[in-house]
């Protein structure tokens, strides 16, 4: 990543005051994190944790034959979303949410891919991924309570099983489920992931053997011309401008 400047903050005084102190390995075990490239920093005396967007790995998952200018904007995009959902849920006094501390982006030269947009938060003590392994939780449905919730669902009704764990709030009777994890695939389920560009190599690659929400279909046939990156932004726009969709029909997939 010698050619990438959101691996090389290290050592480097940002713009905006913070000094980047140390760079946040990954463990084999983490998934998080795919899309950025995490460090510590600090400024008067605060340290807190910055999530630096890495361009690159949105290149590797971008669809063939896309333009450069149109994965940049897939990734400007998601750094959008994050910095002004957290501070919807700021203002809204949403609990149990880590918001967004300052919103940035640096120019590192000397380097091919040179811009980094990034976030900072209040640092934590680690995250979810790392708390999954403590020895005492040993097993998928243990895990999955403590990532989804799921003793708010009924499993005797059609499941649905969502990428991010925001947008698995929205519907009634869904969870949040890990790729990795397939304890649950006996119950009638179907999928709905994010309207982007992974969220639908993940579409394409999941209709092979299941049902998936079709957003494409979806926002054609009722002429949606906003882009509507996930079911909380779809929520958001039945709420302004007060109608009511019905999702069902849109699910497709070799099932």
Same mark, same amino acid.
């Given at each position: 990543?010698?050619? $990438?400047?959101? =691996? *090389?903050?290290? *050592?480097?005084?940002?713009?905006?005051?913070?000094?980047?102190? +140390?760079?946040? &390995?990954?463990?084999?075990?983490?998934?998080? !994190?795919?899309?950025?490239?995490?460090?510590?920093?600090?400024?008067?005396?605060?340290?807190?944790?910055?999530?630096?967007?890495? %361009?690159?790995?949105?290149?590797?998952?971008?669809?063939?034959? !896309?333009?450069?200018?149109?994965?940049?904007? +897939?990734?400007?995009?998601?750094?959008?979303? +994050?910095?002004?959902?957290? &501070?919807?849920? /700021? $203002?809204? =006094?949403?609990?149990?949410?880590? %918001?967004?501390?300052?919103?940035?982006?640096?120019?590192?030269?000397?380097?091919?891919?040179?811009?980094?947009?990034?976030?900072?938060?209040?640092?934590?003590?680690?995250?979810?991924?790392? /708390?999954?392994?403590l020895p005492q939780i040993s097993n998928s449905y243990n895990r999955l309570s403590i990532i989804s919730n799921i003793c708010l669902t009924d499993f005797?009704?059609?499941?649905?099983?969502?990428? *991010?764990?925001? *947008?698995?709030?929205?519907?009634?009777?869904?969870?949040?489920?890990?790729? !990795?994890?397939?304890?649950? !695939? =006996?119950?009638? =389920?179907?999928?709905?992931?994010?309207?982007?560009?992974?969220?639908? /190599?993940?579409? &394409?690659?999941?209709?092979?053997?299941?049902?998936?929400?079709?957003w494409k279909k979806f926002l054609k046939e009722n002429k949606i011309k906003n882009k509507i990156y996930d079911i909380l932004d779809l929520y958001k726009?039945?709420? /302004? $401008?007060?109608?009511? %969709?019905?999702?069902?029909?849109?699910?497709?997939? $070799?099932?």
């Open positions: 990543m010698t050619d $990438n400047a959101a =691996h *090389n903050l290290l *050592n480097l005084t940002l713009q905006t005051g913070w000094f980047v102190k +140390e760079k946040i &390995e990954k463990t084999d075990n983490q998934t998080g !994190s795919f899309f950025s490239v995490c460090y510590k920093v600090e400024k008067d005396g605060e340290i807190c944790f910055l999530k630096a967007y890495d %361009f690159a790995k949105f290149l590797t998952i971008s669809i063939p034959g !896309s333009k450069i200018v149109d994965v940049m904007n +897939e990734m400007l995009t998601a750094y959008q979303y +994050e910095r002004d959902l957290s &501070e919807y849920c /700021k $203002n809204r =006094h949403v609990t149990k949410v880590s %918001f967004v501390k300052e919103a940035g982006e640096e120019v590192v030269m000397g380097y091919a891919i040179s811009i980094v947009p990034y976030l900072i938060f209040d640092m934590a003590d680690g995250d979810i991924r790392k /708390k999954l392994d005797n009704k059609e499941v649905y099983f969502f990428d *991010n764990v925001l *947008n698995s709030l929205i519907l009634d009777n869904s969870i949040y489920i890990n790729n !990795s994890v397939d304890c649950f !695939s =006996h119950i009638k =389920h179907k999928y709905v992931y994010s309207n982007d560009v992974y969220g639908i /190599k993940k579409f &394409e690659d999941r209709i092979k053997s299941d049902l998936a929400f079709d726009y039945e709420i /302004k $401008n007060e109608v009511k %969709f019905d999702l069902e029909k849109y699910f497709y997939g $070799n099932k």
